[in-house]
């Protein structure tokens, strides 16, 4: 017997990710249409546009692993940041 997270009704989690890519879809079109007076021809890039939010979550997801990786298995120490030496400290008064 199948279990689903809400019974009585269709499962949410099977149709997320399908409303996040039309949305996004919808956003850029809207976009697109706004922008139209100076992008003429826009539709041949609206393909490619939902491959943005996707290369962005896959680099943002390795990243993230990889801190975790960094921080819990090798015990690194968090990233601080170092302001270079601009010359401030040699300067007469």
């Known amino acids: ?9 269709i499962n949410p989690c099977e149709w ?3 409303v996040l890519c039309l949305a996004c879809l919808v956003e850029f079109f809207v976009s697109f249409v706004i922008d139209r007076k100076y992008e003429k021809h ?3 890039n609206y393909f490619w546009v939902i491959w943005y939010p996707l290369v962005y979550w896959i680099i943002i997801t390795f990243t993230t692993i990889e801190a975790v990786y960094n921080v819990t298995i ?4 968090p990233a601080t940041w170092q302001s270079p030496d601009r010359g401030l400290h040699t300067l007469k008064s």
């Open 42 to 44: 826009f539709m041949k």
């Open 1 to 9: 017997m199948e279990r689903r997270l809400f019974p009585g009704s």
């Open 74 to 77: 090798k015990r690194k120490a």
């Open 16 to 18: 997320y990710g399908a």
